[in-house]
């Protein structure tokens, strides 16, 4: 089932539409996590602090964002029954982040705080890939039916997160490129399980 069709079937449906926006939720807090966890204790940048806020306040966003077509209330916490495809959804970042870090471990022997670091950026740079696709996709199936959900906000700080990205991999490494190249591949896999999850769910798979 192509995304498109997938966002039209959730749009279309306000009970639906709340727990996607929750599960998108669910997965920027998930971001937002790793990329805390992923810090040096002194280390920080201005740019990874300026990430983590993003990605938590994304979350709140879209948190926040299910009073447009629904009742927060009703959807409290992250767990199952308030989600889209709970399993999919909660292993996606994980499953990428185990799968890359295994990556870095054998292409280039890293390990301790650098291997968290090189993650954090292959990670961060292949989400950021999709969600300069999914969040646009989305928004403009929200246009066509004049939904009140809005990601606009969303995709500003998304495009400028990509651009901060390949400016760090281009400082971290001359052969950025194929890391991230490598890194795409892996998230696409796992991206195309949780569409046929989230198919599977709707019942139009
Ligand atoms: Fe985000
Ligand atoms: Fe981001």
């Not at 669910?26 to 280390?43: H, V």
């Not at 970042?93 to 950026?121: E, M, N, P």
Request: charged fraction near 25%; include cysteine.
């Amino acid at each position: 089932m192509k995304l498109q069709e997938i966002f039209r079937n959730i749009i279309a449906n306000d009970s639906l539409h709340s727990r996607f926006l929750n599960t998108l939720s669910l997965m920027e807090n998930t971001g937002a996590r790793k990329i805390s966890a992923s810090e040096d204790k002194t280390k920080v940048s201005y740019i990874v602090l300026k990430h983590a806020a993003e990605e938590a306040r994304h979350a709140f966003y879209l948190k926040k964002q299910i009073q447009k077509v629904g009742k927060i209330a009703d959807f409290p916490t992250y767990e199952n029954p308030y989600l889209i495809a709970p399993f999919a959804s909660y292993t996606y970042l994980h499953t990428l982040d185990i799968q890359v870090c295994r990556y870095l471990k054998s292409s280039l022997k890293l390990s301790g705080s650098d291997l968290r670091y090189a993650a954090y950026l292959l990670v961060t740079y292949a989400i950021e890939v999709r969600a300069d696709e999914l969040y646009p996709a989305y928004q403009e199936l929200l246009d066509e039916v004049s939904s009140k959900v809005n990601m606009k906000s969303i995709i500003v700080e998304e495009e400028g997160h990509l651009a901060e990205m390949i400016s760090q991999l281009k400082e971290f490494s001359p052969e950025w490129e194929t890391h991230a190249k490598i890194a795409c591949d892996i998230e696409k896999t796992l991206f195309d399980q949780w569409i046929v999850s989230i198919g599977k769910e709707l019942g139009v798979n």
